[in-house]
Each structure stands twice: as structure tokens, then as C-alpha cells.
């Protein structure tokens, strides 16, 4: 095909890349005279009707989308028979090249790509458009630093039916949602999922799950927690840590419940990522999000090349200046010089009989009771446990069982940490006033992570103030039973 015309207008220059459904080139537009990017379908498949509905309907919901982070579709036809999309040509590398090329990103350079990754998927989701295969491989990194999200193929529309019905598992598994890898319908928050992974690798450099099949990597995202990024990278803030988590989560009542959210709390990592570097050069774009009234969801101000432009506005000065007083009083790093810091954590003093067992999906609805004090005892040669469930939690029906502590009176807890001899359960943190007699009356503060000997927990509370902090035990250890020697809550 290298050299040939498509309808007479578009020269084939080179192959860019090759998937599946489609062959990628690089063409020149003789007709404006410009480069762009035409993804032609394979001839052998382009008489298959759902694979052509399937690739039309890429060129025509792309069309309707209009944002700078989304590649945008400038024509499509047809040549003897195949069909073809014409795309702006991005000049640059794809994100995933990015990251196998320099390894780990720098922190605000990855926030900043998830960021405007977000706000192309908030596009999409405005048109009632599901991506549904967002991944590194799907994001083109221009030469200004840009990220532009591309390869809407199998997309679908919240309102259709019928080409990927329920129950057909389409995305690459290294990324793909929990429902999606059931099965199961896919929404919103199947992308945000998708975002958080891909937030992961770019912060840790690697993809969370790693199996021999992809279908084992597949059910791991159903049924693994996403290891803790802080501990693949220590210097990622528990601001940005918290981000990771709470996209990732399994269930999707506890995720993000639009990208928006998402995004804004980008923004702010993004900024505490700033503020802790002291600086706000990169290589990756500044983002920093300005209202303008009501008229949009999201107005961002962007700078390209900071270097050049940054430091000759002082609006934008001032506007960091903002955010930065801001971040004071949110984060527990260290600000800027000249800035007032933030205390730094301190533990709570529980009291003797602070500590107390959670069951209540049992008859007697109690929980190794006697032994409860043992986890804030101070003495890590003694320790509450669980019973021994022989074929685990879910063998007796239970959601999981707990312990939790009464800190004496509401305070909004930043942290709490865990040392166990039995690593490798699972738990997530509750938090609440009283003590609800069901789990629905608990608000989450920390999704489910892998407990290791040693863990540290940061918690969402926010300006909120709880009471009583609850560790959750969701799934056990081996030998079924789970193990803690020390239990400490800090504010």
C-alpha cells in the first residue's frame, strides 16, 4: 500500500503501526497539503457487518467529540471497498513508549498526563461515550508534551445495544475494570478504573497485575487489591496515593462516581506535587484548572513549555501562590520554604479499652473480644486475631470481620498504621461516629490493600471527624487466620 492514493487524495507514506482490525499510516493530504494519520481497515474482515458497523461507528463518535486531548477525526471513506479514518497526525510517541523509554515518570509529569487523560474522557462521557480500552497504548504524547487520546474502537455509546452486549469481554486485560473482565455491563467508571492503572504504571513504571495468561491477569483485577503505589514509589504523597486507590477500587460504589471528581483531585495532587518539588517546570504540560462561572466543567489554563512562559505571567504567579497557601494546611510534606508547615502526625492516645471487635454478620456477633486490647497494648509479642475460618470468610458467608478503636472523642484522622504477623490478608478502613450495627453505616476511608508486616494507611477523611476508626478484614491470610499485633490511629 506504500506509495498508493486512497480516493485519489491521500498518499501513503509509511506504516505506523498495526492491530487487529486496522493497519495505521502515516499519508500526505494532497488536497490541503498536510500529514495526518489514516487508520485503514483490514480488507479480510472488511466484509464482516459488525466489524464495519464497529469501525464506522469509531469514525463517527470520535467526529462528534471536540477537545484538545482527544485526536481528532478529520474525514473518513471509503477505497475499493475498505473503508479508512483520517486523523490529525500527532507527531510524537505513544505513552506507553514513554514509559518504556524513561521508566517511572516524574510525579507531576505523570499527574499531568492523567489529568488531561481525564479530561478527554470527561468529553467523551459528555456525549454518553464509554472508551473502553483506555491505556498508555491509546495515548499519543506530542512534541509540546501534550496527551491526546486516540483509538475510540471499540467505544460504545451508553444509549446502544447489541455489537459488545453484555457478557463479551472487549480492552486489554492489563488495564481492563473488574465488570468488564466479568462481563458485565460497562459505565463511566469502567474508564476511571482504567485511568487509575494507568496512573499506576506511570507513577511506578510497571503495570500493578502480571500473570502467564492474560486471562489470570484478568482475574486479578477482579479479585486482588491494587498494590499500594506508595511503597513502589515512597515519594508519591498519600494526596496522590489516595487518587490511585480510590479509582481502583473493585467496587464501583466506592469509586470515583465521575471523571470530574477525578480530575479535580488530579488538580490537587498536581499542585502538592508542585509545591513539594518547589517547582513547576517538566517536561509534561502545567495544568492548572480556572473557573469561569458556570459555563463549563472544566476551563483549564493551560502552559505549554513552561520554562518560556511560566514566570512571565503574573497572574499565573499569583494563581500558584493560591494553591500553594492551599496546600498547607492539606498536606503532611513539607512546604515550601517561607511556608508554615503543617504539623506533622501524631499518634492518638487510646485509652486502655479503646479497642473493640466487629462482627456483626455472626450470631454472637463477637470477634476474639478478650483479646482486643492486645493490638494497642504497645507490646508487639501479643495481638488480636480472628478466628480460624478453615475455608476463609466467604465459607461462612461473611463480607469479613474487624476491629476497631475509639479515638474519645470526633477527630479527622490522617493515618493508621498496622503491624501483623500474619501478612498477605486483605483490609480497608471504615470510619463513623457511633458504631452502626451493619457495615453500610461506616463511610470508607481507605480502600482494600494487601496488609504487609508493616503497613501505613493513609486515610480520606478530609476535614470529616470520626470517632471510631475500623480495620475491615476482607479476605484472610494463609492458615485463614489474620493477626494484629499493633494497631496505631494518628491525626
Given at each position: 500500500?506504500?506509495?498508493?492514493?486512497l480516493?485519489?487524495?491521500?498518499?501513503?507514506?509509511?506504516?505506523?503501526?498495526?492491530?487487529?482490525?486496522?493497519?495505521v499510516?502515516?499519508?500526505?493530504?494532497?488536497?490541503?497539503?498536510?500529514?495526518?494519520a489514516?487508520?485503514?481497515?483490514?480488507?479480510?474482515?472488511?466484509?464482516?457487518?459488525?466489524?464495519?458497523?464497529?469501525?464506522?461507528?469509531?469514525?463517527?463518535?470520535?467526529?462528534?467529540?471536540?477537545?484538545?486531548?482527544?485526536v481528532?477525526?478529520?474525514d473518513?471513506?471509503?477505497?475499493?471497498?475498505?473503508?479508512?479514518?483520517?486523523?490529525?497526525?500527532?507527531?510524537?510517541?505513544?505513552?506507553?513508549?514513554?514509559?518504556?523509554?524513561?521508566?517511572?515518570l516524574?510525579?507531576?509529569?505523570?499527574?499531568?498526563?492523567a489529568?488531561?487523560?481525564?479530561?478527554?474522557?470527561?468529553?467523551?462521557h459528555?456525549a454518553?461515550?464509554?472508551?473502553?480500552?483506555?491505556?498508555?497504548?491509546?495515548?499519543?504524547?506530542?512534541?509540546?508534551?501534550?496527551?491526546?487520546?486516540?483509538?475510540?474502537g471499540?467505544a460504545?455509546?451508553?444509549?446502544?445495544?447489541?455489537?459488545?452486549?453484555?457478557?463479551?469481554?472487549?480492552?486489554?486485560?492489563?488495564?481492563?475494570?473488574?465488570?468488564?473482565?466479568?462481563?458485565?455491563?460497562?459505565?463511566e467508571?469502567?474508564?476511571?478504573?482504567?485511568?487509575?492503572?494507568?496512573l499506576?504504571?506511570?507513577?511506578?513504571?510497571?503495570?500493578?497485575?502480571?500473570?502467564?495468561?492474560?486471562?489470570?491477569v484478568?482475574?486479578?483485577?477482579?479479585?486482588?487489591?491494587?498494590?499500594?503505589?506508595?511503597?513502589?514509589?515512597?515519594?508519591?504523597?498519600?494526596?496522590?496515593?489516595?487518587?490511585?486507590?480510590?479509582?481502583?477500587?473493585?467496587?464501583?460504589?466506592?469509586?470515583?462516581?465521575?471523571?470530574?471528581?477525578?480530575?479535580?483531585?488530579?488538580?490537587?495532587?498536581l499542585?502538592?506535587?508542585?509545591?513539594?518539588?518547589?517547582?513547576?517546570?517538566?517536561?509534561?504540560t502545567?495544568?492548572?484548572q480556572?473557573?469561569?462561572?458556570?459555563?463549563?466543567?472544566?476551563?483549564?489554563?493551560r502552559?505549554?513549555h513552561?520554562?518560556?512562559?511560566?514566570w512571565?505571567?503574573?497572574?499565573?504567579?499569583?494563581?500558584?501562590?493560591?494553591?500553594?497557601?492551599f496546600?498547607?494546611?492539606?498536606?503532611?510534606?513539607?512546604?515550601?520554604?517561607?511556608a508554615?508547615?503543617?504539623?506533622?502526625?501524631?499518634?492518638?492516645d487510646?485509652?486502655?479499652?479503646?479497642?473493640?471487635?466487629?462482627?456483626?454478620?455472626?450470631?454472637?456477633?463477637?470477634?476474639?473480644?478478650?483479646?482486643?486490647?492486645?493490638?494497642?497494648?504497645?507490646?508487639?509479642?501479643?495481638?488480636?486475631?480472628t478466628?480460624?475460618?478453615?475455608d476463609?470468610?466467604?465459607?461462612?458467608?461473611?463480607?469479613?470481620?474487624?476491629?476497631?478503636?475509639?479515638?474519645?472523642?470526633?477527630?479527622?484522622?490522617?493515618?493508621?498504621?498496622?503491624?501483623?504477623?500474619?501478612?498477605?490478608?486483605?483490609?480497608?478502613?471504615?470510619?463513623?461516629e457511633?458504631v452502626?450495627?451493619?457495615?453500610?453505616?461506616?463511610?470508607?476511608?481507605?480502600?482494600?490493600?494487601?496488609?504487609?508486616e508493616?503497613?501505613?494507611?493513609?486515610?480520606?477523611?478530609?476535614?470529616?471527624?470520626?470517632?471510631?476508626?475500623?480495620?475491615?478484614?476482607?479476605?484472610?491470610?494463609?492458615?485463614?487466620?489474620?493477626?494484629?499485633?499493633?494497631?496505631?490511629?494518628?491525626?
Amino acid at each position: 500500500m506504500i506509495g498508493t492514493q486512497l480516493s485519489g487524495r491521500y498518499r501513503l507514506d509509511r506504516k505506523i503501526g498495526t492491530g487487529g482490525m486496522s493497519t495505521v499510516y502515516l499519508a500526505f493530504d494532497e488536497t490541503l497539503e498536510r500529514w495526518v494519520a489514516i487508520k485503514r481497515m483490514h480488507r479480510d474482515i472488511s466484509t464482516d457487518p459488525d466489524q464495519l458497523e464497529r469501525f464506522r461507528r469509531e469514525a463517527r463518535a470520535v467526529a462528534g467529540l471536540s477537545d484538545p486531548c482527544i485526536v481528532t477525526v478529520i474525514d473518513a471513506g471509503e477505497d475499493d471497498g475498505t473503508p479508512y479514518i483520517v486523523f490529525e497526525y500527532v507527531e510524537g510517541e505513544t505513552l506507553k513508549e514513554r514509559i518504556k523509554r524513561v521508566g517511572p515518570l516524574p510525579i507531576g509529569e505523570a499527574v499531568a498526563y492523567a489529568t488531561e487523560i481525564g479530561r478527554a474522557l470527561a468529553a467523551a462521557h459528555a456525549a454518553r461515550l464509554v472508551h473502553r480500552d483506555v491505556k498508555p497504548q491509546n495515548v499519543l504524547i506530542d512534541l509540546e508534551g501534550r496527551a491526546k487520546v486516540t483509538d475510540f474502537g471499540i467505544a460504545r455509546s451508553l444509549e446502544a445495544h447489541g455489537l459488545t452486549a453484555t457478557g463479551k469481554v472487549l480492552g486489554t486485560t492489563d488495564y481492563v475494570s473488574p465488570e468488564q473482565a466479568l462481563g458485565e455491563e460497562v459505565d463511566e467508571q469502567s474508564d476511571i478504573y482504567s485511568l487509575g492503572i494507568c496512573l499506576y504504571e506511570m507513577l511506578a513504571g510497571e503495570i500493578p497485575f502480571q500473570a502467564d495468561t492474560q486471562v489470570a491477569v484478568a482475574m486479578k483485577h477482579v479479585r486482588e487489591p491494587i498494590p499500594n503505589v506508595q511503597y513502589r514509589r515512597p515519594e508519591v504523597s498519600a494526596a496522590l496515593a489516595a487518587v490511585v486507590e480510590r479509582a481502583t477500587t473493585k467496587e464501583r460504589s466506592h469509586r470515583y462516581a465521575s471523571v470530574a471528581e477525578m480530575v479535580h483531585d488530579l488538580e490537587q495532587a498536581l499542585a502538592i506535587e508542585a509545591a513539594r518539588a518547589g517547582e513547576t517546570t517538566g517536561e509534561a504540560t502545567t495544568v492548572l484548572q480556572t473557573l469561569h462561572g458556570d459555563t463549563a466543567e472544566f476551563a483549564p489554563a493551560r502552559l505549554r513549555h513552561p520554562r518560556r512562559a511560566l514566570w512571565s505571567s503574573i497572574g499565573v504567579l499569583a494563581l500558584i501562590g493560591a494553591v500553594v497557601a492551599f496546600l498547607v494546611t492539606r498536606t503532611e510534606e513539607g512546604p515550601p520554604a517561607g511556608a508554615t508547615p503543617r504539623p506533622a502526625a501524631k499518634a492518638v492516645d487510646l485509652a486502655g479499652g479503646a479497642a473493640h471487635d466487629y462482627d456483626p454478620e455472626s450470631d454472637d456477633n463477637e470477634e476474639s473480644p478478650e483479646a482486643t486490647q492486645f493490638a494497642i497494648d504497645g507490646n508487639p509479642t501479643t495481638n488480636w486475631d480472628t478466628e480460624r475460618y478453615e475455608d476463609g470468610l466467604e465459607g461462612v458467608a461473611k463480607s469479613g470481620v474487624g476491629l476497631y478503636v475509639d479515638a474519645g472523642s470526633a477527630i479527622a484522622a490522617r493515618r493508621l498504621d498496622l503491624v501483623t504477623a500474619t501478612p498477605g490478608f486483605t483490609a480497608e478502613v471504615y470510619a463513623a461516629e457511633d458504631v452502626p450495627k451493619t457495615l453500610a453505616g461506616w463511610t470508607q476511608v481507605a480502600g482494600p490493600r494487601k496488609v504487609s508486616e508493616t503497613q501505613r494507611i493513609p486515610l480520606r477523611t478530609g476535614r470529616r471527624t470520626f470517632r471510631n476508626y475500623l480495620v475491615w478484614v476482607t479476605v484472610l491470610p494463609s492458615g485463614n487466620k489474620a493477626e494484629i499485633q499493633e494497631l496505631s490511629l494518628f491525626r
